[in-house]
């Protein structure tokens, strides 16, 4: 593993065309060998508090609120990692690379009337991370960070009393632990050997050649960086996450369960005598990242510790990623009632066929072959839901049959089941509801079992539903009388209203309660049903987010805890949203930020777009707003919007939609319908007198990287670029991209006219390239972003390239954020200062 000097690489072409200002400031930083600091109102951003998180017990007795950590040293990033199966791992620690939110201060207070209650020695052991209530509400569990080594913690609530638990954990493949059912116990992996050399780079690993061989009916897989190479690449791999699944009891003797293995996760039965088991399998897969390799399911007996079912999940590079089409392999395992295993299936023989609970004739799939006239009028199912109870001894029995894909399965308290069907290629999801009859055989029509509650674009935002409510002990969708609790955003042309409200399968929702028209108030959780009471976050503009618990029936409400500080230099800045079109009659949208002293007759700003292409199917959908007024300002440090705090106005989140409709791609008209979108997006300022020709700069993170480099290239709409962790060559993702399934031998041309990178010699704008060194996500390599400066420097371009060290596809150091904030306003400020006119730098003084 190689590790870069902790300073961000700074690579500038065409430094004699930059004006003298940015020339300067670019041999300054290259000179200082350091990070920068952005201005004061930037860097402010960066040290800002975030919000906090609430979390309510089990049994509604505890409120514990959370203060999330802010960004880590670079120092914390710079430790050493495995980089191996696709993944990162700290490898002395046994931690992921990424950790889940860090807390630096936690406080615990009685939820009826908000007294606090003291725990001693707390602060010792921030920061911590993955707090988790017992069942029972009567113990707090976490994980400490505060010495060396991950360390356990379970806390008694009542008394304050914090008992540290020596044990050596590993969290390698995620921070993965679990109460029983019953809180007598935890479910724990611990590191089974630990050489003391866990830690060691991969230069300094036994070398050997790394041996590929083709295989047959090979199917094709996105690119990935860190996959598994060599023998020893294995052999690191396998000890660094080899752990010891443990039974770890509130009194009593710790209990291994079972043998050591390469353990995913461990979940115990509903009644807790059982426990589910997922594990890696070797051999390891040298083309999938870790998630993709062969897997093992097995249901242990907590009594006795023997194994009473077991079944093995090939790995994904032996399957095509056919989202529309599941392999033939169980997935989605879980469990249901007291002890039942659940799992779907796919299903790809053509030979199979059963009418299923689809009312409407299918839309017709290409990738079914088409069958003779006696079985036209019957549908193909894509997967089967199976169960099996205990003693698991015996064949499994079909719960029922769908036409689509699985996407998940929500169990409610009344024994029915919410099945979620998504069918990727049409942007459709379906949720419908599933009285199982547990006699049913592969071949029985199962309609009658199905009442389908709605049907929506998986892009929907003005239909989603939300989040249903479930039980905090049973995890259980919440039901009365049949109807269903949910909350939701609340999405609308107006913007968003949050709600909660009940459904029943096949009827309109009953609205409970909505946010105040004068503010924006949301649900952080359903705190009794009878009577009906709410906690929830409330803020406008001027006041930030503040916890409030909410009567609805009675439109009672009390002050609790505040959530968020006052940020009192954001407090002005004007947020507008803007609804426009484009030329084709294709409504838009997007934010606009204007600094808080700015006045309408001002005159121009300078103006940073930021977008993000998406692709939709259907064109309403894409012509849907996501905006909320009535927010309190906070801005992200690597938001865009950040950048109005220097002075500049922002067109933030303007709509990018790719539509293809019906038979046809969106990618397939991407480059005219992108320019469309951007014509329109820059005709609206100026038409408002915000923006002028010239000054307009347009920016995007990943797929809005690649946007920023096709806009430079084939439009001059805008006077410089900013793009960040992005992908420019198309033939370096071959077997597709975003949601582009085609492969690159199925649509060359497409791939070549979509890659910015083969018209480089036309990206005549200044353009400024950002990049994590460590970017492991799928074909973001940095290789990307430096192969693109090279050929538009090379054609005589102006380009900037800024590599951060042990930063992966987002950047999280506190050192990483300052300096992209200085670069971006450096550069901005450079490229969209005023320019003097010929006739003015010309003209005689009188």
């Known amino acids: 593993m190689k590790l870069c000097r902790p300073i961000p690489t700074l690579v500038i072409s065409s430094l004699l065309a930059f004006p003298l200002s940015l020339a300067n400031l670019a041999v300054a930083a290259e000179q200082a060998a350091g990070y920068q600091l952005p201005s004061s109102s930037l860097a402010a951003l960066v040290e800002q508090a975030k919000q906090d998180k609430v979390l309510l017990s089990p049994d509604g007795f505890w409120l514990l609120s959370l203060s999330p950590q802010g960004a880590p040293d670079v120092k914390q990033l710079a430790q050493p990692m495995m980089r191996l199966g ?51 509400g009567k113990t707090l569990a976490l994980i400490s960070l505060a010495t060396d080594l991950p360390s356990l913690h379970l806390i008694e609530l009542a008394s304050g009393k914090v008992q540290k638990q020596d044990l050596r954990l590993n969290f390698s493949l995620g921070v993965n632990y679990r109460w029983l059912p019953d809180s007598s116990a935890l479910l724990l992996p611990l590191v089974v050997a630990d050489s003391g050399k866990a830690s060691i780079s991969e230069s300094a690993l036994p070398g050997m050649p790394g041996i ?39 009194e009593g003797e710790l209990r291994p369960l079972g043998s050591a293995g390469f353990l ?27 998630r993709g390799f062969a897997k093992g399911y097995e249901v242990m007996s907590l009594a006795s510790g023997a194994t009473l079912y077991r079944v093995g999940v090939p790995g994904s590079d032996t399957e095509r990623d056919d989202a529309d089409t599941p392999g033939p392999a169980p997935r989605l395992f879980h469990w249901q009632g007291e002890a039942n295993l659940v799992w779907a299936e796919g299903n790809r023989s053509e030979e199979k066929s059963v009418k299923t609970h ?23 199912f894509r997967d089967t839901l199976y169960t099996l109870s205990p003693p698991f001894n015996m064949p499994p029995k079909v719960l029922g049959q769908t036409q689509w894909p699985i996407s998940a399965i929500n ?75 949910h909350y939701g955003d609340g999405h609308s042309d107006e913007g968003m ?52 618990r909410v009567w609805p029936d009675s439109n009672k409400r009390e002050a609790l805890i505040p959530l968020a500080k006052r940020q009192a230099s954001l407090e002005g800045i004007q947020k507008e949203h803007i609804q426009f079109t484009r030329a084709d009659g294709q409504p838009l949208s997007g934010t606009l930020y204007l600094p808080a002293n700015y006045r309408p007759g001002d005159g121009p700003l300078p103006v940073l777009i930021w977008a993000y292409p998406r ?89 809005g990287a690649f946007m920023v480099a096709n806009l430079l290239a084939h439009t001059d709409l805008f006077a410089a670029g900013i793009a960040r962790s992005g992908a420019y060559n198309r033939s370096l993702t071959p077997f597709g991209f975003q949601n582009e399934r085609r492969n690159y031998w199925e649509a060359q041309a497409l791939y070549q006219q979509m890659s910015p990178f083969n018209v480089a010699d036309k ?12 970017d492991a996500n799928s074909g973001t390599y940095p290789m990307q972003s430096s192969r693109l400066f090279e050929a538009v420097s090379t054609l005589g371009g102006q380009a900037r390239l800024v590599t951060l060290p042990f930063e992966g596809h987002s950047y999280r150091a506190r050192e990483s954020q300052l300096h992209v904030l200085w670069e971006q306003e450096a550069w901005l400020r450079s490229h969209l200062s005023p320019k003097e006119t010929a006739a003015a730098a010309n003209a005689e003084p009188l």
């Open 497 to 548: 209203r949050p709600f909660l409200a009940t459904s029943k399968a096949g009827e309109a929702r009953s609205l409970l309660w909505q946010s105040a028209p004068s503010a924006f108030e949301r649900v952080v959780t359903l705190e009794s049903v009878s009577p009906l009471r709410l906690l929830v976050s409330r803020e406008t503009p001027s006041q930030p987010p503040q916890l409030y």
């Open 411 to 485: 169990w409610r308290d009344d024994g029915k089941a919410l099945i979620s069907q998504l069918r990727r290629s049409k942007q459709l999801i379906k949720v419908s509801l599933l009285a199982p009859a547990t006699t049913m055989t592969a071949t029985e029509n199962t309609a009658t079992a199905w009442q389908d509650w709605y049907q929506i674009s998986s892009k929907d935002k003005y239909q989603d539903p939300g989040t249903l409510v479930r039980d905090p002990v049973t995890h259980l969708v919440a039901t009365r009388n049949g109807a269903m609790y």
């Open 264 to 290: 995913l996760d461990a979940d115990a039965s509903p009644d807790g005598r059982f426990v589910l088991i997922e594990q890696l399998t070797e051999p390891f897969s040298n083309r999938v990242p870790y």
């Open 212 to 250: 590929k061989e083709s295989q047959p009916n090979q199917v094709a897989k996105r690119t990935h960086r860190n996959l598994l190479k060599t023998p020893a690449d294995h052999q690191a791999f396998a000890q660094q996450v080899l752990s010891q699944l443990v039974l770890l009891p509130r």
């Open 86 to 136: 696709g993944t990162e791992i700290d490898s002395h620690r046994h931690l992921p690379g990424k950790l889940p939110t860090l807390y630096e201060e936690l406080n615990l207070r009685r939820a009826s009337d908000m007294q606090p209650q003291s725990i001693p020695g707390l602060s010792a052991l921030m920061p911590v991370m993955a707090p988790r209530f017992s069942p029972d």
């Open 615 to 703: 692709e939709y199917k259907n064109a309403e959908v894409a012509a849907q707003v996501d905006f909320n007024p009535l927010s309190y300002p906070r801005l992200s440090p690597l938001s865009a919007p950040a950048m109005v705090a220097a002075g500049f106005a922002v067109f933030d989140r303007v709509s990018m939609p790719i539509i293809g409709v019906g038979k046809n791609k969106p990618n397939d008209t991407f480059l005219e319908q992108l320019t469309a979108n951007a014509e329109a997006a820059v005709r609206v300022l100026t038409d408002r007198g915000i923006a002028e020709p010239g000054r307009i700069a347009v920016g995007g993170h990943s797929y």
């Open 763 to 774: 990206i005549n704008e200044p353009l400024l390239l950002i990049h994590g060194e460590a």
């Open 358 to 380: 689809e009312p409407d004739a299918p839309a017709k799939d290409d990738s079914v072959q088409k069958r003779s006239d006696t079985q036209k009028a019957e549908v193909s």
